[in-house]
């Protein structure tokens, strides 16, 4: 993964970040991602981020739990161990139905977290930068990708003008890597209490 | 607010069309009264008031699902139906209505004596069969006929407090204080109805009228069955009456988000819905008992077959497959498609349960089933217009007006 160049802003509102979002990119500059320590609605519309493709993924896993259980089960109880079972046919489908039903569910919940996880990029020892430590608490964080061209200096004064209350330039790893918050360097650092 | 267009007037092209499905209903229905419901042949008589029958209750119990909405919303604090709700209200304006017709055909039923209909009214059978016997404290025309009353009476009385207490919504700003206590007391309000609900579509009622038609059979999954298909048809109609006034430049606060929310009850509910058919089903198929089986012999094996699996694809693939993507429930093309057919499949089902038992030989679905439905429609498009006429469609001062309007899903 490459180090990039990115400009930080922090703000406090989300009626200041929402115009905000929208000058930024009206203006032209690419934002990283925006980490807030809620989920904030129609954020993601405000960005331009396009609509997830995870229920489409949820779907074709639960299908191929409903393929999977009637399959075997068929071929089981109708080829490979055919039981007679209260003389019911040996093709029982309304008996299937509940199992059927539970792989459906099972392959669609495992499916789906672990894809979202992979989108995520969210495993264990996976380590990702962390912008600004206040994300988690109490401020929304816009990250905003620097190309060559970019003057940091510029963008920074726009993002104050457009109310962000914190501002910087930060070079960092824009991917994940192997690490453990608890080896490595920490996310926040440690506040010095200064005496007046 | 002031733009808002907050006065429904009813358009002359809607009172023509209920006008004509209303007389056409009429003329099948007297009709058929005359040459089936009062003819001499028992086996025509069925067919007239097992009809009748079978609509009006279908027709009285979806009015009353809307009542049902607002009074689970309600309680569950649910802001966003603020914007709509007046259709929901309106909708349930009917119950006295339907409830009045529903109440004359049960009574005559019971009263006329059609022991073809109602096994259990035959006094001599029942005091033949050990079975009929058992059931009798609950099988008797007093019970019958007292609980029908209250039933009827009560949906009416307690939905019409609820209603009345909206309407102060209407008359101006309340303070917090004000706000507070009318929430409170909407909860009450709305419990009361709940409970009531409960102890009749939700257990009693779908029994009384309709699985004591199979006398000796029974299943304590039949009114959770009935209740619903009498929601989900209930919620497909709040939708076409949502999309009907959007369509016509009202509710100009109500959104795509709205409609995805009553987009996803219909969906949730007839996977419910499912669930109870199966659970049904499954259970009987699987003991495989003969005083168990009897109700779905003719159903799956008989002349019922037909409709009894088309009832299934209609009412559970349909709307799993075309309701399942998000974009599928704002979309209101769609939305209208689906509640039709939702609408549509489960006046079937409540075909299949009635008529399934009555008629096992053949299935009668014919002029006489679709004439009487069109005055049920007809006469459903007249009362609610009429309702939503009477009152601002907006409660311009509710408490929870705000949250409706800003709701995004």
């Known amino acids: 993964m490459a180090k990039k160049k990115f400009v930080v802003g922090c703000f406090d509102d989300e009626a200041v970040l929402f115009p905000a979002v929208k000058k930024v990119r009206t203006a032209g500059y690419k934002i990283h991602d925006v980490y807030t320590p809620f989920a904030v609605h129609g954020l993601d519309h405000a960005m331009g981020l396009r609509e997830t493709s995870l229920h489409t993924a949820g779907f074709i896993y639960g299908i191929t739990g409903t393929a999977t259980a009637l399959s075997s089960i068929s071929w089981i109880f109708t080829k490979d161990w055919p039981l007679n079972i209260g003389g019911k046919p040996h093709f029982a489908l309304p008996a299937w139905i509940p199992i059927m039903f539970e792989l459906t569910v099972l392959f669609a919940a495992v499916g789906m977290v672990l894809t979202f996880c992979y989108l995520c990029q969210l495993a264990p020892f996976v380590k990702k930068h962390h912008f600004h430590a206040r994300a988690t608490d109490d401020l929304f964080v816009m990250v905003i990708e620097c190309t060559d061209k970019t003057n940091t200096d510029d963008l920074q004064a726009f993002l104050q003008s457009n109310g962000a209350l914190e501002t910087k330039v930060e070079v960092a790893e824009d991917g994940w890597w192997l690490g453990r918050y608890d080896k490595d360097e920490m996310p926040f650092e440690e506040k010095q209490i200064v005496a007046a | ?409």
């Open chain 2, 1 to 409: 607010m002031a733009s808002l267009r907050t006065q429904f007037e009813v358009p002359g092209k809607m009172k023509t069309w209920s006008y004509a499905l209303i007389g056409l209903g009429l003329a099948a229905l007297l009709y058929g009264m005359f040459t089936k419901g009062f003819s001499s042949d028992e086996h025509e008589q069925v067919h007239f008031w097992g009809t009748l029958m079978y609509n009006t209750i279908f027709w009285t119990l979806i009015c009353n699902a809307s009542m049902f909405f607002i009074s689970v919303t309600t309680l569950a604090q649910a802001g966003f139906t603020q914007t709509f709700r007046r259709i929901p209200e309106a909708i349930s304006t009917l119950v006295p209505i339907f409830g009045a017709i529903t109440f004359a055909v049960l009574l005559y039923i019971v009263f006329g004596h059609k022991h073809h209909i109602y096994h259990w009214l035959d006094a001599e059978a029942v005091a033949a069969d050990p079975i009929l016997k058992g059931k009798a404290g609950f099988l008797n025309p007093t019970f019958f006929v007292i609980w029908t009353t209250l039933t009827i009476a009560l949906w009416s009385f307690l939905g019409w407090r609820i209603r009345k207490l909206n309407d102060e919504a209407d008359a101006g700003p309340m303070d917090r204080e004000t706000s507070e206590k009318f929430i409170h007391r909407g909860t009450v309000r709305t419990a009361m109805f709940t409970v009531w609900f409960g102890l009749t579509v939700g257990s009693t009622v779908p029994w009384l009228w309709m699985m004591s038609i199979d006398a000796h059979w029974y299943s304590t999954m039949y009114s959770w069955y009935t209740f619903v298909s009498s929601f989900v048809a209930g919620m497909s109609l709040i939708a076409l009456w949502v999309i009907y006034l959007k369509n016509k430049g009202y509710l100009e606060l109500t959104s795509q988000e709205h409609l995805h929310d009553i987009g996803k009850f219909m969906f949730a509910f007839s996977i419910f819905w499912t669930y109870l058919w199966f659970s049904q089903y499954m259970l009987i198929w699987y003991a495989n008992i003969p005083e168990e089986t009897v109700y779905f012999k003719h159903r799956t094996q008989g002349a019922y077959k037909g409709i009894f699996f088309f009832n299934l694809i209609v009412n559970f693939l349909c709307p799993l497959l075309i309701l399942m993507k998000r974009s599928a429930k704002r979309n209101y093309t769609l939305v209208t498609f689906m509640a039709v057919l939702i609408i549509f499949g489960h006046w079937i089902d409540f075909y299949q349960m009635v008529m399934g038992s009555l008629m096992k030989e053949h299935v009668s679905l014919g002029w006489l089933d679709f004439g009487i439905l069109a005055f049920f429609v007809g006469a459903m498009i007249l009362f609610v217009g009429t309702a939503l006429s009477k009152k601002p469609l907006i409660a311009k001062y509710h408490p929870y007006l705000k949250e409706s309007v800003i709701h995004q899903v």
